[in-house]
């Protein structure tokens, strides 16, 4: 599996700053990423444009709420690495208009990145 920067960034601020369990979460997260097969992807400065242009568009079509920018800059992330799946439990990424979500993606001329919840991708692996 792959995680973006920002998936980084956001584990270390939550290190930093968060409230338990947060924290030690984050920090078993960060520390069992390789254990567990999570590679981080670095962008270009130009992929890094591309996916804050991307998720800002995200944020004006409202296909996530505004102060999710993080959020946003993670999907944006996924696609521009050409990463199909974005495995996550964050229900602002489940609860996404799907068909809203393919046309700005075909809008941006990005492959899709579709957000799962883990429990679905392994019963559909099964």
Not at 27 to 48: E, H, I, P
Not at 96 to 104: N, R, S, V
């Amino acid at each position: 599996m792959l995680a973006g920067p920002t998936v980084f960034r956001e584990l270390g601020f939550a290190i930093l700053y968060g409230r338990e369990p947060e924290k030690s979460l984050a920090s078993m997260a960060v520390g069992n990423a390789a254990k567990w097969g999570v590679l981080a992807f670095n962008l270009t400065r130009l992929d890094q444009t591309i996916a804050e242009r991307f998720a800002q568009k995200l944020l004006e079509r409202r296909l996530l709420p505004e102060e999710e920018c993080n959020d946003a800059l993670i999907l944006a992330e996924t696609a521009v690495e050409n990463v199909p799946m974005l495995v996550t439990s964050d229900q602002h990424f489940l609860d996404m208009d799907e068909d809203a979500l393919a046309l700005a993606f075909s809008e941006a001329d990005l492959p899709a990145a579709h957000p799962v919840h883990p429990k679905a991708l392994l019963r559909a692996m099964r």
